[in-house]
């Protein structure tokens, strides 16, 4: 199956997730098992206040949900009630045209409330609000280098200063996972050396390709931010 696919049991917990269900989620499925799919779905309005999948266990019967924001425009949510041999289940499938992705919906978005911003002290709310869009997010924060020690411009549940050696070889423009033997990071974090001596940081338990190629695009809105305001000085 292409599309993302994922199966709740009763008490509306995740039991399975396809692997284009983990891509869309930026998880794998062992670590979305037994989640909740609020969890999952709850940053859409429509999904939380007329969930399908809840309506497809009260009713019996197929519900079919259409989802039209910012962050998954043109989105169809259908949940399909499945009869096991003891109890009742329900296949949620997510379509979504691929023009009208998740990634390049919040791209979009994210360069329009950049071109509002006069300097980095008010484009670093806005980054941090898109590093927010990802699932899961434990923490997160934008550094600058200034001198031997990268501080925290603006985040929450991060550290206020990082030794710059300990990003010194990373490389620029990509999103790495960092392991436990960067001390003084959680294992599982994951960081975008941007130009300008910036740093975006990002903590969770679990990062998976979608969530580093979304690290990597608010990266990129970071990176063409700083180039516009180097032109304009």
Same mark, same amino acid.
């Given at each position: 199956?292409?599309?993302?696919? =994922?199966?709740?049991?009763? /008490?509306? @917990?995740?039991?399975?997730?396809?692997?284009?269900?983990?891509?869309? %989620?930026?998880?794998? @499925?062992?670590?979305?098992?037994?989640?909740?799919?609020? #969890?999952? %779905?709850?940053?859409?309005?429509?999904?939380?206040?007329?969930?399908?999948?809840?309506?497809? %266990?009260?009713?019996?019967?197929? #519900?079919?949900?259409?989802?039209?924001? =910012?962050?998954?425009?043109?989105?169809?949510?259908?949940?399909? *009630?499945?009869?096991?041999?003891?109890?009742?289940?329900?296949?949620?499938?997510?379509?979504? *045209? &691929?023009?009208?992705?998740?990634?390049?919906? +919040? @791209?979009?978005? =994210?360069?329009?409330?950049?071109?509002?911003?006069?300097?980095?002290?008010?484009?670093?709310?806005?980054?941090?609000?898109? +590093?927010?869009?990802?699932?899961?997010?434990?923490?997160?924060? =934008?550094?600058?280098?200034?001198?031997?020690?990268?501080?925290?411009?603006?985040?929450?549940?991060?550290?206020? @200063?990082?030794?710059?050696?300990?990003?010194?070889?990373? *490389?620029?423009?990509?999103? /790495? /996972?960092?392991?436990?033997?960067?001390?003084?990071? *959680?294992?599982?974090?994951?960081?975008?050396?941007?130009?300008?001596?910036?740093?975006?940081?990002?903590?969770?338990?679990?990062?998976? &390709?979608?969530?580093?190629?979304?690290?990597?695009?608010?990266?990129?809105?970071?990176?063409? %931010?700083?180039?516009?305001?180097?032109?304009?000085?």
């Amino acid at each position: 199956m292409g599309e993302p696919a =994922l199966i709740f049991d009763e /008490t509306m @917990s995740l039991v399975w997730a396809n692997p284009s269900a983990e891509m869309y %989620f930026g998880h794998s @499925s062992e670590y979305m098992h037994g989640r909740k799919c609020l #969890q999952l %779905f709850g940053e859409h309005v429509e999904c939380m206040d007329r969930c399908p999948v809840e309506k497809a %266990f009260a009713t019996g019967e197929e #519900q079919v949900l259409a989802v039209d924001d =910012l962050a998954s425009p043109k989105m169809l949510v259908e949940a399909v *009630p499945c009869r096991g041999k003891d109890d009742l289940f329900v296949l949620a499938i997510i379509h979504s *045209p &691929p023009e009208n992705s998740r990634s390049t919906a +919040l @791209s979009r978005e =994210l360069s329009a409330k950049l071109n509002r911003c006069a300097n980095l002290e008010e484009a670093a709310p806005v980054l941090l609000e898109a +590093l927010g869009s990802l699932a899961f997010v434990s923490s997160m924060g =934008l550094y600058r280098l200034t001198g031997d020690t990268y501080e925290l411009l603006a985040g929450k549940g991060v550290p206020r @200063s990082f030794p710059a050696a300990l990003f010194a070889e990373l *490389p620029v423009g990509t999103a /790495t /996972t960092l392991a436990a033997r960067y001390t003084g990071t *959680p294992e599982g974090a994951s960081v975008y050396p941007s130009e300008k001596d910036l740093v975006l940081y990002a903590g969770r338990d679990s990062w998976g &390709p979608a969530s580093c190629s979304m690290l990597e695009m608010v990266g990129e809105a970071l990176k063409e %931010f700083t180039g516009r305001l180097s032109r304009s000085s």
